[in-house]
């Protein structure tokens, strides 16, 4: 079995390169990928710690994690796609949606 601890520094580092990238990232697809796997780097702590204490509340969170992500993930595109047809970039300094 892998160790819990070596699980949870992979996903200290996947959150850290997630939010790295989310604040230096300047593609509105880049920023959200980013997002996603800090994410992911959530669900696989939530996991290892369930395996870890041997306790399914973990895994529970981590599916309801699944599914927010991936409704974030479609009204996040919808976004996306409607500030392209109306601004013809998803370049997050090009777009001021809420500046008049």
Partial sequence: MIDPALVSGLSAL??????G???TRKN???????IELMLNAANMQFAAAAVHH?????????IFAIAIAASEVAIGLAIFLAMYGQHDTISL?????LRN
Avoid: E
Avoid at 28 to 34: E, G, T
């Fill in 21 to 23: 990238g989310a604040f």
């Fill in 93 to 97: 300094d090009d777009v001021d949606v």
């Fill in 14 to 19: 996947m959150f850290v390169i997630g939010l």
């Fill in 54 to 62: 041997g306790d399914t509340t973990g895994w529970v969170y981590t």
């Fill in 28 to 34: 509105a697809i880049i920023v959200l990928m980013c």
